[in-house]
């Protein structure tokens, strides 16, 4: 992989991850909660479930496999197993709460899909440029 596709997944990466995390603090203080009642562990697990997401969907997005709906299944499946597995783990750590794997399936799967759709578009939008690039000549 170049190194501007590297650049260009890790900045991706940090630029959600601040994005979800500035999210999640206004919604806590909107809330009336003023500091994050799991600490830094929350940051660190929501860290590692997102490189679970972007690292799966980078990686299985790229297969060779028709149509592009089952490439998206074949990455949403294994990583969402994968987010399961690690919310299982922090229970070793901490209680977990009594929606927490409801909260992982709603999140994760609501960060996929706008993964998907933005992949889609600019996949749409790729594909239209090169073909406008080709009639032109």
């Keep these: 992989m170049s190194k501007k596709k590297w650049i ?8 959600i991850y601040t994005v979800i995390t500035l999210l999640n603090s206004v919604l806590y203080l909107g ?8 600490g830094n562990w929350h940051e660190l697990d ?4 997102l ?5 799966a969907f980078k990686l299985c997005t790229d297969l ?3 149509p592009l709906i089952l490439r998206y299944v074949i990455a949403y499946v294994p990583s969402q ?13 901490e209680a977990l709460a009594k929606t927490a794997y409801r909260d992982i399936w709603i999140n994760f799967t ?10 889609t ?8 440029k090169n073909h406008s690039v080709r009639c032109t000549y």
């Excluded at 809330?31 to 799991?38: A, V």
């Excluded at 490189?51 to 690292?55: E, Q």
């Excluded at 578009?121 to 239209?128: D, F, H, T």
């Design 81 to 93: 197993l994968l987010a399961f597995g690690y919310v299982w783990f922090t229970g070793l750590r």
């Design 121 to 128: 578009v600019s996949g749409i939008r790729k594909e239209k």
């Design 8 to 15: 260009s997944i890790v900045s991706a990466y940090a630029v």
């Design 31 to 38: 809330s009336g909660i003023y500091e994050d009642p799991s």
């Design 46 to 49: 929501r860290a590692m479930i």
């Design 64 to 66: 060779p496999v028709k």
């Design 51 to 55: 490189l679970i997401g972007v690292a």
């Design 110 to 119: 609501g960060l996929f899909i706008v993964f998907c759709i933005i992949h």
